[in-house]
């Protein structure tokens, strides 16, 4: 059996062999630690799904692979072992194919070394955006590509390989024009080193913060971003919440914020605007059935990671409270697991907390929208009655959605954020609590 390299998230390409557990002819376990795995973006046990003898360790501890190099054999109980050696070197091309396989476990039967193109499940619809050129015969070593740059490879002859290693080395997912060679070249902005001053600290950035950097960057580079933002009446919330919160964290034994309400209203509101709940897959737009819904969750001020909550349209307010709380525990005490990094269709973030008003974040690929929430505020509001109108308190709360306006325009995405607003002002929330 190998073990592989696993993929710990849409956008992580490789992961390091932090140290091993076993060595060469131990029997192992189903269940048993095998390796410590870092990636750019958690670090992890990783265990075996089936008991053995390690017969070869292939990439020793300190190593850096791309994601699905098989790392290691486990083979029958009593087979030989064999002489640990390093991976083999693979050319560039190899690697940027390897780097954005999907992998579905940790121990497989056959090598998954090799890219393989996203197929939808029954459940998901393709939809192809009209007069955008089609790819280039050659495969693109996995990477996603504009259709600019598409178009220039086929003009140019570009090698794939070159370019694809250069965007992988830069901690790309994307080809655009700029990195196909004979592409018009932008100018280039001269920056002059930046000398520190007498009594400044310099702090490098950790590996977390670093990589978090890198993926903010590519990901606000290559996808056209558009924003909007409406007003929430949470009065009715936050009236359940106050009559349900000292008996809930009881029962549940978490506390009950307004964030699962939100999670809650996206959900049923994303029922009726499947493109929002997508990936951007090169040239067309898979429409997912689940809401597996990415919670942007922060480390501590070290850099972000975004765990995901599988099949959140089914949960209810107690369960999203309790997902919620469960994943932000694990991701800050390094706890995750990969299944716990997979999958996310649409990513929910948070700065209420931290009294915000307002919040632009930044798309989380391959997704095509992502949702902010910020403070809820007690705030004078006309309002109007069987007398006419009047001042009132209320409690209210921004949220803002920015999205990819490849995948739908201003008016999709402004009537979305119409019915969370409809979902939030007009459910009964006291009656889903109990």
């Not at 870092?38 to 670090?43: A, P």
């Not at 990477?143 to 694809?164: H, V």
């Not at 933002?229 to 349900?244: M, N, P, Q, S």
């Not at 809820?376 to 009132?392: D, F, I, L, M």
């Amino acid at each position: 059996m190998d073990v592989i390299m696993p993929q710990l998230g849409e956008t992580v390409a490789e992961g390091k062999v932090a140290s091993w557990f076993k060595k060469v002819g131990d029997k192992v376990s189903a269940g048993d630690n095998l390796f410590l795995i870092e990636t750019d973006k958690v670090s992890m046990e990783v265990q075996a799904t089936e008991a053995g003898t390690l017969t070869e360790i292939r990439v020793p501890a300190g190593e850096t692979v791309p994601v699905g190099t098989v790392i290691a054999i486990v083979g029958k109980a009593g087979e030989k072992a064999a002489v640990a050696k390093p991976a083999p070197a693979r050319p560039a091309a190899s690697v940027a194919k390897s780097a954005s396989a999907p992998v579905a476990a940790t121990v497989l039967s056959t090598p998954t070394n090799t890219y393989r193109p996203f197929t939808p499940t029954p459940f998901e619809e393709v939809r192809t955006p009209v007069g955008i050129a089609s790819a280039p015969a050659a495969a693109l070593s996995g990477l996603k590509t504009t259709p600019l740059a598409r178009r220039l490879i086929q003009n140019t002859g570009a090698d794939l390989a070159t370019i694809a290693q250069r965007v992988k080395a830069r901690g790309g997912w994307r080809i655009a024009a700029a990195d196909v060679d004979g592409a018009p070249a932008a100018p280039a902005i001269a920056r002059a080193p930046i000398a520190p001053r007498e009594g400044d600290t310099i702090e490098p950035l950790n590996r977390i913060r670093a990589q978090t950097a890198a993926n903010l960057a590519e990901a606000w580079r290559t996808i056209p971003h558009a924003f909007q933002a409406v007003e929430l009446d949470v009065t009715g919330i936050a009236a359940a919440r106050d009559k349900a919160k000292a008996t809930f964290e009881t029962h549940h034994g978490v506390a009950l914020t307004y964030l699962p309400f939100i999670a809650r209203a996206l959900c049923l509101a994303l029922d009726q605007f499947p493109r929002a709940n997508a990936s951007f897959d090169r040239d067309r737009l898979i429409l997912h059935r689940d809401v597996n819904l990415g919670i942007a969750t922060d480390l501590d001020q070290d850099g972000l990671i975004v765990p995901v909550i599988q099949n959140a349209e089914d949960m209810t307010v107690a369960g999203l409270a309790k997902a919620i709380a469960r994943l932000a525990d694990k991701a800050r005490s390094g706890k995750l697991t990969p299944a716990d990094l997979a999958g996310a269709t649409y990513t929910l973030t948070n700065n209420g907390s931290f009294g915000t008003r307002f919040t632009m974040p930044v798309i989380n690929p391959p997704n095509v929208a992502i949702l902010s929430f910020d403070a809820v505020r007690k705030t004078p509001v006309v309002v109007e009655g069987p007398k006419g109108e009047s001042v009132a308190i209320r409690r209210v709360a921004m949220i803002g959605q920015s999205f990819d306006h490849r995948a739908f325009d201003g008016s999709y995405a402004g009537s979305l954020l119409r019915r969370i607003k409809e979902v939030v002002e007009t459910r009964d929330w006291a009656a889903e609590l109990g």
